[in-house]
């Protein structure tokens, strides 16, 4: 028969081992976490595409960037043009002749994986991407 003495090694250990599950739950964030950074990884791809999508545009319109953004039948089917999770248009803005941004909401900027832009620049924090057109 074990006596409480003989089962301490086991309780301590099963202490351990469900600290180090909260510990990583509180790290990593756990599924709702886990929920919203895919949901961000979405939105920086939709600005991506955003960006590749005024571009297009802007090729079809003289090399000249729009002012507003408007579904175009030359450019279909390359971007949408709001979040797909809240339907909040993603902003828009005409910076200079060469020049915009495209900028959307994320749930957990801390944790949005940057890795390329392509002629441009992101920015987490503002959820906006500074890129340049080149005529």
Known sequence: MKTRSDLLPQI???GLVVAAV???IIVVGGPKAGRMERRDTIRLEDLRKLAEF??????TENKQLPEVLQPQAACT???RLADPYTDVPYTYRKTS????QVCA???RPDAVIYTYFASGTFDAETGCATVTYYR
Request: glycine share 14%; hydrophobic share 50%; net charge negative.
């Open 22 to 24: 909260i510990a990583g």
């Open 77 to 79: 089917g390359q971007a």
């Open 105 to 107: 909401a994320f749930e």
């Open 97 to 100: 002749d060469t020049t915009f």
């Open 12 to 14: 301590l250990l099963g």
């Open 54 to 59: 005024v571009r297009c545009v802007a090729s």
